[in-house]
């Protein structure tokens, strides 16, 4: 299957999926490309599902070759039992590169983990694991304008909610794309699964802007 086909295939089950599809609190929005030492990435992020609508804004820096981590935060609305509520969710995250494509196989690897918490009145959710990515490399000339990636994580999370108490282990897939179309703007968009998760939805979609400077 060639590059173009792929691309076309993974953007035609995003839009078919999306209307249906919500989002999870945090996603992947990046691809496995690290940025470049002292490089810098801002990102905002609008995420829904049947009972989450939340904001989320990130920061991506390097300091090292190959290694990148990034911070998040935002507000979510959640449709809880016992009544709406808004939450406000921080994280932070790791990703080091451990494979770079070439032009006979421009896949792009990385591994990294991350830690996160969402906390509100009579709700407070801790959550923390390892993960995967992998994506298309960008072509060297700058001229790639859509760069298919999807994560992988296993997620630990211990959730103490109104009357749910439970420690859960899940599996987060997220399957999205960056368009590279405008200098500097990459839109960027993502399909939520949530496997094996007891809490929360199970599909989300998520879509925002990354920004880097």
């Not at 399957?175 to 500097?184: K, N, Q, T, V, Y």
Request: hydrophobic content about 40%.
């Amino acid at each position: 299957m060639n590059h173009r086909l792929a691309t076309v295939l993974l953007a035609g089950a995003l839009v078919v999926i999306a209307p249906s599809a919500n989002a999870q609190v945090s996603g992947q929005y990046v691809g496995a490309e690290t940025l470049p030492v002292n490089g810098h990435l801002f990102g905002g992020y609008l995420n829904g599902s049947d009972s989450v609508v939340g904001l989320t804004a990130g920061l991506r820096l390097s300091f090292y070759p190959n290694v990148d981590f990034g911070f998040q935060g935002g507000l979510d609305r959640i449709n809880y039992v016992g009544g709406n509520r808004t939450t406000v969710h921080l994280g932070a995250d790791l990703k080091i590169a451990t494979r770079h494509g070439a032009p006979g196989s421009p896949i792009d690897l990385a591994f990294g983990g991350a830690i996160g918490v969402e906390t509100g009145d009579n709700y407070s959710v801790l959550s923390v694991g390892p993960s995967a990515v992998i994506s298309l490399s960008p072509r060297a000339d700058g001229s790639s304008k859509v760069i298919p990636f999807a994560g992988f994580q296993l997620l630990f999370s211990n959730v103490d909610a109104g009357n749910t108490h439970l420690s859960d282990l899940s599996v987060p897939v997220r399957i999205g794309a960056e368009l590279r179309a405008i200098p500097d703007v990459r839109l960027t968009a993502e399909l939520q699964l949530r496997l094996s998760d007891d809490f929360n939805d199970n599909v989300g979609f998520s879509a925002g802007v990354n920004l880097p400077f």
